[in-house]
Structure formats: structure tokens, C-alpha cells
């Protein structure tokens, strides 16, 4: 029992650590409602408080387990029992009453005194998977904050998308108007007019479509807060990432993630707690010994019979018809089966780990050009704007038009690399929502 609270407990501060407080919901966030302006930490707070069937089912395996380490130690808890048994029967020996009461009631209590390690074997490989499960839970979470901060982006990119494309749109729509002016004074013709209006009705197909994607992708993200009927109407942008970018140095974080992934660790704790079955499966054979106090009494006497008994009961399995080997023999092929996914699993992690250290690096690049484009388009919209202010022929709705493309293409990449960033830090065993919730 003290062990089973033991690793209650444990299992508590493993998700005490994972929870870091300034992450649980708060008064201003309620659960059952997604305010109308939300943002990512609120976000986080409302599914963290509304729950999500993956992590409900990653909990319900700790809860079983938990309940399977209770009933292995419940062997050696006390046991007690009452045994009523009213009964009469009739006598055909005429020397005899006609009735005889053959009664007899017993109280007894039992306890296993020492199985001689089976029991503590088997405690050992419950224990391991309670551990397991925990940090299964806890990659379940951290997959579902990772699911959560890429639907909020998607929904940010798609408001960004949508200026462009009604920026683009209301462009083509005033080309048009203009020349369905013009074209009636005769200075536009019929193939030219019906070229600016195919342009500007190709261009709001792509805003509808685009308006189309902002629905869907805040019903993704309600989806993810537990609250499909509920569509935040307005995001609050994240920051960009900082200028001044580590390169990530591969080997460093590949050792960290070999040691802290919690799926890593989780499939390793699998491994133990198989091993400790094995262990326990050599020790079958084991002697057993139990204590019992018996009251009781039997109304049909014969002789003195006694009231009370004490005893201890020894017993020593001596053959089990190859049932003991056989079962040994099936658990060593599972830890065979559970050693070679662990291996799949850290060789996995390399190419993993890898492929986001690389990819950061490119994105990093890309930052560096999306900001150069950045600059340039707004200096030379300046320019536009300027001459058109001095009443000189100039392209300004279509410098502002690629100017809010040249944002968008940069918020793109930046939330790529936030994004990267924060799977990274999740296969590291941090909370992935860290850096952008420290930022804030």
C-alpha cells in the first residue's frame, strides 16, 4: 500500500513539473466559453481545463494501471470472511430426533505472510508501467498544445491571406470600375474591358475561397479547445522570433532528446516493467506461506469439536506441467518485441531531430530574406506613395497589393520556425508552448 501511494505521488510531480503553474486556467479564461478576441496562453488555458479524448484516454491507462498495482500488493493486504450455513436434516435413525441441526458459522481472517519475491516482482512491473503511462500522458500533451499552436497559426495566416487577397481584389475591382467608365466614353474597348473584369472576378474567387479557409481553420482550432460550436472571431498576432538565432548544435540536441523524450522514456520504463515480469515468471515455483485465525462453531457436535483455530500453511509447487516455462517463454518474446521498438524508436529519433535542426537552418535563412523583402517593399511603397501624392503616374495599388504578400510570405516563415522550434523543444521533453508564452 505504501508503495502504491508512493508512485501515486510520484506520478502527481511528474505532472506538476510538466504543469507549470502560470499555465493553468485562470477566472478570466472560463472553460466553457472562447472569448471573441483569444490568445495563445488563453488558448492553452481552455483546452488545458476542457479536456480532449486523446488525453482522457492517455489518463484512463494511468488509472489502470494504477488499479493494476493495487490489486498485486492487495495479495498480501488481510483478508476476512464470515460463513453462515443454517441448516437441518431429518434423521432416519429411529434413535435420533426427527431433526438434527447441522449448523455452523465461521469467522476468519487471513494474510500472506511471504510468497518469497514473487509478489514484489510483479509490484516492480506494475510500478514501471504506472511510469510509463505517465509520460505516455505527457507526450499526449504535449502533442495536443503542438496541435493547437499550429491551428493558431493556420488561423492567422489565413486573416493574413484574406487582406492580401481582398486587397488584390478591391484593386482589380477599382481597374474595372475605372475603365467601365472610360469604356463609355469610348476610350476602353469591349476586349479590354472584359479582360479587367475576368481579372477582378478571377480575383474574388481566390478572396471567397481564401474567407472559406478562415472558417475552416478556426473550426479546427475550436475542435482542439473542446469547443467545435465556438469560433474565436479575432487571434492576437504572436511575435516574431528574436534576430539574434542560435544554430542549433545537432549532436547536443540529440543526446538530450535520447534521454528526456518522454516517449523515449516512456517505451524504456515498458521494457522494465516487462523485465520485471520475467523475473517474476522465474519465480513461480516459489513456496507460499499464510497465517490464519479461524472462529467458529458447528452445532452437530462430534466430540469436543473446536471453537477456534490458529495455523500457518506452507505450500510448495512442485511441477506445473511446463506451464511455468511456457509462460516465462511468452514474456521474454515480448521483451524481445518491446527492446527492438525502443531501438526503431531511438533510430527514428535521430533522423527526427536531424530533419528539424535542418530545417530550422533553412528557416532561419529564409527569416533573414523575408525581412530584407520586407524592407524593400516598404521602401518602396514609400516611393509610390509619394509620387502618387505629386500626381505622377504610379503602380501604388499594386506596390501596397505585393507589400501585404511580402508580409504574409514573412509571417509565414516565421511561424514555420516558431513552430519548428516548438516540436523540437517537445522532443526534448519541454513544454513546446515555452518559448512562445515566455515571449509574451
Not at 506494475?126 to 504535449?142: G, H, L, P, T
Amino acid at each position: 500500500m505504501i508503495k502504491l501511494l508512493i508512485a501515486i505521488l510520484s506520478f502527481s510531480l511528474l505532472l506538476a513539473v510538466q504543469c507549470p503553474a502560470d499555465e493553468q486556467p485562470v477566472d478570466s479564461a472560463p472553460a466553457n466559453v472562447i472569448p471573441a478576441f483569444l490568445d495563445l496562453r488563453t488558448a492553452l488555458q481552455i483546452a488545458e481545463s476542457s479536456g480532449y479524448p486523446e488525453l482522457d484516454i492517455a489518463e484512463s491507462k494511468i488509472l489502470a494501471s494504477t488499479a493494476g498495482l493495487a490489486d498485486v500488493r492487495s495479495t498480501y493486504g488481510l483478508r476476512s470472511g464470515i460463513e453462515l450455513d443454517p441448516r437441518y436434516v431429518y434423521s432416519i435413525d429411529p434413535g435420533d430426533d426427527t431433526t438434527i441441526n447441522d449448523s455452523y458459522y465461521r469467522v476468519g481472517i487471513y494474510k500472506l505472510i511471504s510468497d518469497f519475491g514473487y509478489t514484489d516482482k510483479l509490484a516492480g512491473a506494475a510500478e514501471a508501467e504506472i511510469k510509463a503511462r505517465a509520460n505516455e500522458f505527457v507526450s499526449s500533451r504535449y502533442q495536443h498544445r503542438l496541435n493547437i499552436i499550429s491551428a493558431y497559426m493556420n488561423v492567422l495566416l489565413a486573416d493574413r491571406r484574406y487582406a492580401v487577397d481582398n486587397e488584390a481584389m478591391t484593386i482589380r475591382y477599382l481597374k474595372f470600375d475605372k475603365a467601365r467608365d472610360r469604356h463609355e466614353l469610348g476610350e476602353v474597348s469591349d476586349v479590354d474591358l472584359l479582360g479587367l473584369e475576368s481579372a477582378y472576378r478571377s480575383a474574388l474567387i481566390a478572396r471567397a475561397r481564401t474567407a472559406n479557409r478562415q472558417s475552416e481553420t478556426r473550426a479546427v482550432l475550436a475542435a482542439f479547445l473542446n469547443h467545435p460550436d465556438q469560433f474565436p472571431s479575432e487571434l492576437e498576432p504572436l511575435l516574431e522570433v528574436g534576430d539574434k538565432q542560435m544554430m542549433p548544435d545537432y549532436q547536443a540536441l540529440l543526446a538530450q532528446a535520447l534521454e528526456l523524450n518522454p516517449e523515449l522514456i516512456a517505451q524504456s520504463q515498458k521494457v522494465d516493467s516487462i523485465l520485471a515480469e520475467v523475473d517474476a515468471s522465474k519465480l513461480q515455483n516459489r513456496p507460499k506461506l499464510d497465517s490464519e485465525l479461524e472462529l467458529g462453531n458447528y452445532e452437530r457436535r462430534y466430540g469436543e469439536g473446536a471453537k477456534w483455530r490458529v495455523g500457518l500453511n506452507f505450500k510448495l509447487p512442485l511441477l506445473q506441467g511446463g506451464k511455468d516455462k511456457a509462460e516465462t517463454a511468452r514474456l521474454m518474446a515480448e521483451l524481445m518485441e518491446e527492446q527492438a521498438q525502443l531501438k526503431l524508436m531511438q533510430n527514428a529519433m535521430r533522423k527526427t531531430v536531424l530533419q528539424l535542426v535542418q530545417e530550422i537552418e533553412a528557416l532561419q535563412v529564409a527569416w533573414q530574406a523575408s525581412k530584407v523583402e520586407l524592407e524593400y517593399r516598404d521602401l518602396y511603397l514609400d516611393r509610390s506613395r509619394s509620387r502618387y501624392e505629386l500626381e505622377i503616374q504610379t503602380d501604388l495599388g499594386d506596390a501596397a497589393k505585393n507589400m501585404s504578400e511580402a508580409q504574409w510570405r514573412a509571417d509565414k516563415v516565421n511561424y514555420a520556425l516558431l513552430l519548428t522550434q516548438a516540436r523540437l523543444d517537445a522532443l526534448l521533453g519541454n513544454d513546446p508552448a515555452r518559448r512562445l508564452l515566455e515571449e509574451k
